[in-house]
C-alpha cells in the first residue's frame, strides 16, 4: 500500500493545497488489476457510446472552466487566461475524440481472388499506462486519455507530483460524466516508484509519456525488456527565425507569447530567435523593452503577465542556465535573476524575463532546454544561415519563420527539421485537430492529437473473408501462369 503522502504546493505562495497517497509498487499492481478487468466489457461497448461519454466529459469541463482554471493558477501557477485556453483545449479534444466514436475508419480494399472480402479494422490494445507532467495538467491527460478511451483501452493515469489536484478533478469529472468504474484509475506519487512500476508491469502493453528526454530514454529502457508500445512527447529547443523581410512588431509579439507564456514552461517555447543582422538590433531593442514590461505575480491576479515556476528546483536550473550564458560569452540583456512577486511583494518561485543576446548557436544556452523565461538572440547573415542554426539541435519540436517572402517561407516549412512549423507566428499555439509531436529526440515517431493519436492507441487488424466456397490460395490460385498453359 501507499508508502505514506505527499504534497501539493501552490507555487506562487507556497502554500499547500493538499496531501496525496505516495503510491507504490502494490497500488500500480491494483489500480492496473482494475484497469485489466474492467477493459474486457468497456472493449465491446459501441464505440459511439463511448464518443458520447466524451461528449458529455467536454460538457462537464465546459461548466467547470473557471473552476479548473482558477485551480490551475493555484496549483501549477500559469496565468488565468493561458490556464482558460488550458482547459479548453481539454474540452476540444473531447469533443475532437468523442467524434471519433462514429469513425475510427478502417480500410476495405478488392482482394486479388474473387468472393472474397478483406478489411483492416482498429482494435483497442489493452491497458493503457499514461504518465504526465505538470505544464499542461489538464490539456496533456486529455490528449491521452481521451483518445485511448473512445479506441476502448482502459486506462491507469500517473500524473505529476506537482499538479495532483488537478488530475484528481480531471478523473472525477470523467466518472461523472459516466466512464465505467475501472475504466480509468489514478495512481499518484513519484516517477521512480509509482511511474516506473506501471511503465515495468506486465499487464500494461501501452505506455504514452510526456516528459524530459532523460526520462524518456529510462521509460523506453524499461520498456524494451516486454517490447512495450511506446509513444513519447519530449523536450524542445524551438527557434524563431526573424527574416530581414519580417514585420518586426509581429515577431516581437510572437517572441513574447512563445518565450515567456507559462514562464517558458511549454515544450513550445521559443528559446531561441534567429534574427537576421539587418533587423537584429531593432527587434533587440523592442524585445528587451517588452521583457521589461512584463508584469510578474501570482496567476490569479488579472493584470499578471507572467506567473511563477513550478517549484524551486525550477527555479535554480533555469538560474543555473544565466550562468552558463554569461559564462559562455552571451550578452546578458535583460532579467537574468528571481524576483519577488510584483502583486502583493509575497513569496513564490518567480523569474524575470531574460533575453540573451550575441548567443551563438552551439552555446549551451542555445542548444539545451532550459524550461525557463529564458530566450537567447543569434544574429546570422542569411537565410540558409538561418535554417542551419534553427537544425542544429537534439530537438525537433516546434519552429517558426517570420517573412513576408512566400518563396522563404515555403523553403522554412520543407527544410526546418520539426514536427510542427508556423509562419508568421510564435512557436507555440497547437489545435487539436492536428497531429502534434516531433522529430529527433523530440520523440520516437508518434503524434499526439488529430488522427495520428488513434495510431498510439490502436492495432491494425486484417480481416479476410473467403465466400467462395472452396479452398482459394492467394498469391498462387489467382497467378497467369503461362508455362501451364
Ligand atoms: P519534468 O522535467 O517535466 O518534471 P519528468 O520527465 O521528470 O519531466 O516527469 C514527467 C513525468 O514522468 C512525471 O509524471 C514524473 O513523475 C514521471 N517520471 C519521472 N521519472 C520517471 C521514471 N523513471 N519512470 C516513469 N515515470 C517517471
Known amino acids: 500500500m501507499a508508502t505514506g503522502t505527499f504534497e501539493s504546493v501552490a507555487p506562487a505562495t507556497g502554500e499547500v493545497l493538499g496531501s496525496f497517497p505516495r503510491s507504490s509498487a502494490a497500488d500500480v499492481d491494483g489500480a492496473v488489476a482494475k484497469a485489466k478487468a474492467a477493459f474486457e466489457d468497456w472493449r465491446l461497448v459501441p464505440a459511439p457510446e463511448r464518443g458520447n461519454i466524451l461528449f458529455r466529459f467536454a460538457e462537464l469541463l465546459r461548466a467547470h472552466k473557471d ?131 506501471l511503465v515495468r508491469h506486465p499487464d500494461v502493453p501501452v505506455i ?30 524551438n527557434a524563431i527565425i526573424v527574416m530581414d523581410d519580417a514585420d518586426v512588431d509581429l515577431a516581437v509579439n510572437g517572441i513574447v507569447w512563445s518565450a515567456f507564456g507559462t514562464s517558458g514552461q511549454r515544450c513550445t517555447a521559443a528559446s531561441r530567435v534567429i534574427v537576421h543582422r539587418s533587423v537584429y538590433h531593432d527587434l533587440q531593442t523592442k524585445l528587451v523593452a517588452a521583457a521589461e514590461r512584463l508584469k510578474l505575480g501570482p496567476g490569479w491576479e488579472d493584470e499578471t503577465d507572467v506567473g511563477p515556476l513550478i517549484n524551486r528546483a525550477a527555479l535554480d536550473k533555469v538560474h543555473s542556465y ?20 510584483e502583486g502583493d511583494g509575497g513569496g513564490g518561485f518567480y523569474y524575470r524575463p531574460t533575453v540573451f543576446g550575441d548567443a551563438q548557436p552551439g552555446m549551451r544556452i542555445a542548444q539545451e532546454e532550459i524550461f525557463g523565461p529564458t530566450t537567447a538572440l543569434i544574429p546570422v547573415d542569411s537565410f540558409e544561415e538561418a535554417v542551419a542554426a534553427a537544425n542544429s539541435v537534439r530537438y525537433g519540436l516546434s519552429s517558426s519563420i517570420f517573412t513576408r517572402d512566400v518563396n522563404r517561407a515555403f523553403r522554412a516549412m520543407r527544410d526546418l527539421q520539426s514536427g510542427i512549423t508556423y509562419v508568421n507566428a510564435g512557436t507555440t499555439g497547437a489545435e487539436v485537430h492536428l497531429p502534434f509531436g516531433g522529430t529527433k529526440e523530440t520523440g520516437n515517431g508518434h503524434r499526439e492529437a488529430g488522427q495520428a493519436a488513434l495510431d498510439v492507441f490502436t492495432e491494425w487488424k486484417s480481416i479476410y473473408v473467403d465466400y467462395s466456397g472452396k479452398l482459394q490460395r492467394a498469391q498462387i490460385d489467382n497467378q497467369e501462369r503461362p508455362a501451364a498453359r
Open 67 to 197: 473552476e479548473l482554471a482558477d485551480l490551475m493558477t493555484r496549483e501549477m501557477g500559469k496565468v488565468k487566461a493561458e490556464a482558460g485556453g488550458d482547459v479548453q483545449e481539454a474540452i476540444d479534444m473531447s469533443y475532437y475524440m468523442g467524434g471519433e466514436g462514429r469513425r475510427l475508419f478502417g480500410h476495405t480494399t478488392p482482394s486479388e481472388l474473387r468472393d472474397k472480402f478483406m478489411m483492416s479494422v482498429r482494435m483497442p490494445v489493452g491497458v493503457v499506462g499514461a504518465i504526465t507532467p505538470w505544464n499542461f495538467p489538464i490539456a496533456i491527460p486529455s490528449w491521452k486519455l481521451t483518445p485511448a478511451l473512445v479506441c476502448g483501452n482502459t486506462v491507469v493515469l500517473k500524473p505529476a507530483e506537482d499538479t495532483p489536484l488537478l488530475a484528481d478533478r480531471f478523473v472525477q469529472l470523467l466518472e461523472e460524466a459516466g466512464v465505467p468504474d475501472g475504466v480509468v484509475n489514478v495512481v499518484h506519487g513519484y516517477g521512480e516508484e509509482a511511474g516506473d512500476a
Open 208 to 237: 504514452t509519456f510526456t516528459g524530459s528526454r532523460e526520462t524518456g530514454i529510462a521509460v523506453t529502457k524499461a520498456a524494451a525488456d516486454l517490447l512495450k508500445h511506446v509513444h513519447l512527447e519530449l523536450g524542445g529547443k
Open 322 to 341: 544565466t550562468e552558463i550564458g554569461k559564462d559562455e560569452g552571451a550578452k546578458l540583456l535583460t532579467g537574468g535573476e528571481a524576483a519577488a512577486n
